[in-house]
């Protein structure tokens, strides 16, 4: 887990944008190191590609989850910084924190926002559909420190668990009765990622906001869960809301990565999923610098 995966902003672009023991998932700690000679900067600090657990002085601690699946319980977690634990964060596009997990072959994903506590435990209700290795990563900007960071730990939940193939390469996705297509590739130059999302054969022109826009993008690296997230090209309000949601992302390396289309209709949010395979391009002349790490 060494590689490092950054997208490069466009306009609107780039955001950048989880075992047990007396009744609690253990944890695996790996965390990752920047591949030689990457560097990448958002918010004026460092940024990482959300495979570590401290960053710029700062810790996810004290993680706990339900130890093993379909058993109810709590997530929960502390962030530790210079001055001790953390209480106070930046908003991030409508939330104070961003928390993603997934398990270690691209399955089970969730994106989900956990409440703060008094003393800066942030905690929700938490159960495992299945069990596996699971990296959750939290999303944030503590007031006062470094800007935005993304900061992550492996947890383990009990029982046999049999990874799941990666689903094959497609530009179409089925998801509670919508059909949402892609259109463009991921590259290791900047490219043009669209989304056109219908019903019943119909287009969708009436997306609405969640955090702040008609859609957002998480892409995990599928050999190392290496993290970002992207957000669309304009603005709500401004935008069209749908059939299509364009964003402008680039990709270091070519490979295989997961691809978790967020989007709100109806007054629910749907995931599309995707698996896309990268092409190695020139970079075109006078793209963007790119970014890494934070939501």
Partial sequence: MN???????????LVVLFGAA??????????????????SQHSGTQAATGLQDNL?????????????????????????????VVTKFDT????????????TD??????????????????????WAEPGTYRVFTDFSPTGGPGELVLSKTVTVAGAAADKPLPPVSKTAEVDGYRVTMTGDLSTAASELKYTITRDGKPV???????GAYAHLVALRSTDLAYLHVHPEGEVGKTPAGPDVAFHAQAP????????LDFSHGGKVHTAEFTDETSTAASPSGAPSQHGGGH
């Fill in 205 to 211: 022109t009436d997306l609405q906001p969640y955090l």
């Fill in 106 to 127: 691209t399955s089970q994903y969730r994106h989900v926002h956990p409440e703060l506590a008094a003393d800066g435990t942030w905690s929700l209700d938490w159960s």
């Fill in 3 to 13: 590689d490092r995966l950054k997208f490069a902003a466009f306009g609107g672009g």
């Fill in 92 to 103: 991030l596009h409508d939330k104070n924190l961003h928390l993603i997990v997934v398990r």
């Fill in 56 to 84: 710029s002085g700062y810790t996810l601690a004290d993680l706990t989850t339900p130890a093993a699946p379909n058993e109810q319980g709590a997530l929960r977690f502390r962030i530790i910084g210079p001055q001790g």
């Fill in 253 to 260: 390396s070519a490979g295989t990565y997961r691809l978790y």
């Fill in 22 to 39: 007396l009744g609690i998932g253990a944890l695996v700690g790996d965390p990752a190191e920047p591949a030689s000679g990457s560097t």
